[in-house]
């Protein structure tokens, strides 16, 4: 991968292209840059997309994996919305939003009809959590972001008395034109036990990847292999971040959703209603270190 060397022109062309709503958006600050060229091609559904040759001795997890073929979404796996989080404002999550299609999970927005939101709230996005936690393990899925103003997200995070810890797998706004080759990876930490690093005030290790196509425009498949002692990202099979797991420790729920968020200048747009945020399917590995919850 080559360094990109282009931030005066990029930060010039966000400071062109950002309109409306006088947002506070972070600057580039890119790290490095994807090769598309190395993405990998699947022989094996069985098996991560990054470790064709299962070189990490992986098990596909079925009883925890979605192909998303049933009609609806599948109740034994996930809640169908967020029973901790109401969402961020303005936007509010609402199981209307989610519905199962041709073997893939969508999400979409304002599908409440005339519902009356909870103040502070003027518009719906959908979220499906899992009911299942992991501590460590290797997950994946394919997906098409949204192309519209709002957050495509799949992420772990869970909320317990001494630990809240949060690993983004993806979590991209490529529908508004200044985001379109932005691949954010994000870790956090907002509390972590005495004898875990005592964290009680929230920190976070963040990057910025620049990738040459629109992220919007295809499916990719992202991946997290999560060990006790890394944290590795993936897209379409290339490794593009590995961080030392210095804290991510405690087991953690799955989620999807898609939502506002400013720090990506995506807030709602009237006019921009239709997009779709797509899933094909989520799949779940462990191997002798990998337990699940």
């Known amino acids: 991968m080559k360094k990109v060397f282009l931030q005066l022109a990029l930060i010039f062309f966000l400071m062109n292209n950002v309109t409306a709503q006088n947002l506070t958006i972070p600057p580039k600050n890119y790290v490095d840059s994807i090769d598309n060229n190395l993405a990998v091609s699947r022989i094996s559904d069985k098996l991560p997309l990054s470790d064709q040759e299962n070189s990490g001795e992986w098990k596909l997890l079925k009883k925890f994996s979605d192909e998303f073929e049933k009609g609806h979404v599948?109740?034994?796996?996930?809640?169908?919305?967020?029973?901790?989080?109401?969402?961020?404002?303005?936007?509010?999550?609402?199981g209307s939003n989610v519905s199962i299609e041709e073997g893939e999970a969508v999400f979409r927005v304002n599908k409440h009809d005339d519902e009356k939101l909870p103040e502070g709230y003027t518009h719906t996005s959908g979220f499906i959590k899992s009911k299942?936690?992991?501590?460590?393990?290797?997950?994946?899925?394919?997906?098409?972001?949204?192309?519209a103003p709002w957050v495509s997200g799949f992420w772990m995070t869970n909320v317990s008395k001494d630990w809240w810890t949060e690993i983004d797998i993806c979590e991209?706004?490529?529908?508004?034109?200044?985001?379109?080759?932005?691949?954010?990876?994000n870790i956090h930490v907002f509390k972590a036990p005495e004898d875990q690093g005592n964290v009680t005030k929230h920190f976070s290790r963040t990057k910025k990847y620049y990738v040459p196509f629109e992220?919007?425009?295809?499916?990719?498949?992202?991946?997290?292999?999560?060990?006790?002692?890394?944290?590795?990202?993936?897209?379409?099979?290339?490794?593009?971040?590995?961080?030392?797991?210095?804290?991510?420790?405690?087991?953690?729920?799955?989620?999807?959703?898609?939502?506002?968020?400013?720090?990506?200048?995506?807030?709602?747009?009237?006019?921009?209603?239709?997009g779709e945020f797509h899933v094909k399917y989520f799949r779940v590995w462990k191997n002798k270190p990998t337990t699940s919850k």
């Open 215 to 274: 992220l919007q425009q295809g499916y990719h498949v992202w991946g997290l292999e999560w060990t006790k002692e890394h944290i590795r990202f993936y897209i379409d099979g290339i490794l593009f971040r590995e961080a030392k797991n210095t804290h991510w420790h405690q087991p953690l729920e799955v989620n999807f959703n898609n939502e506002s968020n400013k720090w990506f200048g995506a807030l709602p747009d009237d006019e921009r209603l239709d």
């Open 132 to 147: 299942n936690k992991f501590l460590y393990g290797y997950f994946e899925a394919e997906m098409k972001l949204m192309d």
């Open 74 to 94: 599948n109740e034994k796996l996930w809640y169908p919305n967020n029973p901790k989080w109401k969402g961020r404002k303005p936007t509010y999550f609402h």
């Open 172 to 185: 991209n706004a490529p529908g508004l034109s200044y985001n379109r080759h932005d691949l954010n990876s």
